[in-house]
């Protein structure tokens, strides 16, 4: 009998944890609230005198604020949080992507060059046009160079500090 009843016990709270006899917590998001709903945002929504200033409320009050009435962005990976962080996010990547494959090209094809170092002070404004709007499709480029071993360098020819 002693050593039934823990058993017992055991398997009917797993049925009961299964079955979900638990209420579900429904907690929000570290205590925000949405903005259309927060007295203090109400009350900014309010004092706003221009056109611009109450649209702008109007946009921000699909959003969620805390105690101080302000909108607060959500990065916890939920896709309905994916306009608040991670869709700026890949376009800030991909932006600055773009400009680092631009200057990248650019060094690349002025390096051959005799005055290369004078092409690095004054830049050659028709290459470096060219080389920018090739960047658009950087992310395939750096695959496929990737995949031919041309956009890493071998281990043997990267200097490495005595220390």
């Given at each position: 009998m002693r050593r039934l009843f823990p058993r017992l016990f055991a398997a009917l709270l797993s049925v009961f944890l299964l079955i979900g006899v638990a209420p579900a917590a429904h907690a929000d998001v570290?205590?925000?609230?949405?903005?259309?709903?927060?007295?203090?945002?109400?009350?900014?929504?309010?004092?706003?005198?221009?056109?611009?200033?109450?649209?702008?409320?109007?946009?921000?009050?699909?959003?969620?604020?805390?105690?101080?009435?302000?909108?607060?962005?959500?990065?916890?990976g939920r896709w309905s949080h994916a306009g608040d962080f991670m869709i700026p996010?890949?376009?800030?990547?991909?932006?600055?992507?773009?400009?680092?494959w631009a200057g990248r090209s650019y060094i690349m094809a002025v390096r051959s060059r005799k005055d290369a170092t004078m092409h690095e002070i004054q830049i050659d404004v028709p290459l470096a046009l060219k080389c920018t709007i090739g960047s658009a499709s950087w992310p395939l480029a750096a695959l496929a160079e990737y995949k031919s071993g041309k956009l890493l360098e071998a281990d043997s020819k990267i200097t490495v500090s005595p220390r």
């Open positions: 570290a205590g925000l609230t949405p903005c259309a709903e927060s007295p203090r945002f109400q009350q900014r929504a309010a004092a706003a005198k221009t056109d611009q200033a109450k649209a702008r409320f109007a946009m921000y009050s699909q959003a969620v604020c805390g105690a101080d009435g302000l909108p607060h962005l959500i990065v916890d996010g890949i376009a800030f990547l991909y932006i600055a992507g773009c400009i680092g």
